[in-house]
């Protein structure tokens, strides 16, 4: 998992199922594409970002936007193709064991990393080696924790085997293969490839100016094909209004829209003529979490309460301007893994204050707070800087926290702080984040009792032992009506427990520059093909010095 917007905790890439809208300039498109000459190299496509990277080595970073460059970057031996089956990516073909125990990867052949070296079966090896090793700090060590022998067969076959059956095993060597010759016997948290990477993929990374772009070129020599757009740029912007000007001025081909500038500020001739717009039910969610250690929400019964007294439907009505649905635990509705049945909080101010008095928490002396013990219930939430929904989230969220007696402040805070001082460091009362939700719906990761160290992921320290007994058990059966009957309980223990406020899953709003040809949506999105996307020669307007 990742959390978005921009920190990422996952190994691959947002990605969204069932889409419900499609391209929004139709007849446009028909008619550009009758005078289209044909997919041509050339052009570079220019995306907008709110947030920079930290991280450029795959395995060391957790936020999207260094995760996004990083999937350009590298390779793993396998991938998700556009209808969300698994395919070879590294691995021209794998086999797998009848007891599911034993996988064997066939490496593709000629191959070579983007200074020439030639990728084998021991660039695998060492990068499993470097994410188990104690000293190395990541939060994706848990899935190949589980091998239990890993061995190179010969250059170009890898074969790993696990001790009991593990769901996530074969989807889990999608995580990005790391070059051994640049980081064997070095310390990997001080390579210089956390800022100049080094991988096999469709992108050669170029430049990095802090706080303003990372730049990426073509890989002329791609296993796949030399991807038809000669180069990319993430231009960071970390306020939204800003950037959706300079996408209006056309200094930005791509971004994600809010839902006000999807239905409002869109909807006129420049955008209809110059643009593509595209609308599905993102594989996400946003929530509200709270430092399960702070004694404020140490009892259920508080955490409930909050629940009954904030309005979801306000949010996705208000907020949203309907673009999304109310989240009630951490699955996409709609999907396998789902459960629609669980306890739901329906906004009812009257009863949050009667578990609040339950709790312990009255106004005793009339100020309009509830007090404990001459202690009021005061509370700050912490979101990151440029996401206007999110602080327009918190400001709703604290309006009706204030009608049932709890006061909460709220801080906006730029990224990097925002994720390095505050929530690695567990320094905050409740966050609003979210999280993006991989297709496999193991949540090890944020969820189990054993990830609440230093720079993991359950950082509002949640521990229940049944969650983790039955996350154990759903990342050990092939099973799905198995593994379902384990997360319909995971879900139905977390809607009690309310360790997070589940709010809404949003829709995806992403905008293209009309002139970028060959853009497919389909189960995965609309990035599964990027490197088939083109510009017409008589369309492009940039050219990338190399």
């Known amino acids: ?227 038809y757009i000669d180069g990319y740029i993430m231009r960071i912007i970390p306020d939204d209004a800003t950037m959706f000007l300079e996408l209006r001025a056309n200094g930005i081909d791509r971004k994600n829209l809010t839902p006000l500038q999807y239905t409002r500020q869109t909807e006129n001739n420049l955008f209809r003529k110059n643009f593509n717009k595209y609308r599905y039910l993102s594989f996400s969610y946003t929530y509200m979490g709270y430092n399960l250690k702070n004694p404020l929400f140490a009892d259920k019964r508080v955490r409930q309460a909050i629940a009954y007294g904030i309005n979801k439907d306000e949010i996705i009505r208000g907020v949203l301007l309907g673009l999304g649905k109310e989240a009630t635990g951490p699955f996409k509705p709609g999907t396998w893994v789902n459960n629609p049945h669980v306890k739901v909080y329906p906004y009812d101010p009257q009863k949050a204050k009667e578990l609040l008095a339950d709790a312990g928490w009255k106004d005793n002396d009339g100020d309009g707070i509830m007090d404990k013990d001459g202690q009021p219930f005061v509370f700050e939430i912490i979101t990151n800087q440029g996401n206007e929904i999110r602080a327009k989230c918190a400001e709703i969220i604290q309006r009706r926290l204030g009608e049932i007696g709890i006061k909460v402040k709220i801080r906006i805070l730029e990224w990097a702080a925002f994720v390095n001082d505050f929530i690695n460091k567990r320094r905050f009362d409740a966050t609003i984040l979210g999280w993006t939700v991989p297709l496999d719906p193991d949540i090890y990761d944020v969820w189990h009792s054993s990830k609440m160290g230093p720079q993991e992921l359950n950082f509002i320290s949640y521990k229940n032992e049944e969650v983790d007994t039955l996350i154990e058990r759903g990342r050990s059966t092939f099973n799905q009506k198995e593994r379902k009957k384990y997360y319909d309980r995971i879900q139905e223990i977390l809607a009690e427990e309310q360790p997070y406020l589940f709010l809404y899953v949003p829709d995806a709003l992403p905008i293209i520059h009309a002139r970028f040809r060959g853009v497919e949506p389909a189960p995965l999105g609309i990035g599964h093909n990027f490197i088939k996307w083109y510009v017409p020669k008589e369309e492009q307007k940039l050219v990338m010095v190399r």
């Open 1 to 227: 998992m990742r959390i978005i917007n921009y920190i990422i905790f996952v190994t691959f890439i947002a990605v969204a199922i069932t889409l419900s809208g499609c391209s929004e300039k139709k007849q446009r498109s028909t008619e550009r594409n009758l005078s289209d000459s044909g997919p041509a190299y050339g052009d570079i496509i220019v995306e907008g970002s709110i947030g920079d990277a930290s991280n450029l080595i795959p395995l060391l970073s957790s936020d999207s936007t260094s995760h996004g460059i990083s999937s350009l970057v590298f390779n793993g031996l396998v991938k998700y193709d556009k209808d969300i089956n698994i395919v070879g990516d590294l691995a021209e073909s794998w086999k797998i064991s009848r007891d599911g125990l034993v996988i064997t990867f066939h490496l593709r052949k000629g191959v070579t990393w983007h200074d020439g070296h030639t990728f084998t079966a021991h660039d695998v090896l060492f990068t499993y080696r470097v994410t188990i090793d104690p000293k190395t700090p990541t939060a994706y060590a848990g899935d190949f924790l589980k091998v239990k022998k890993a061995e190179v067969l010969d250059d170009y076959t890898f074969r790993v085997t696990y001790d009991k059956p593990f769901a996530p095993a074969l989807m889990s060597w999608g995580s990005s293969v790391l070059p051994k010759h640049l980081l064997e016997g070095k310390d990997i948290t001080t390579s210089p490839l956390a800022r100049h990477p080094v991988g096999t993929g469709p992108y050669i990374f170029k430049e990095w100016v802090p706080g303003q772009k990372i730049v990426l070129i073509s890989n002329p020599d791609y296993f796949e094909s030399r991807p």
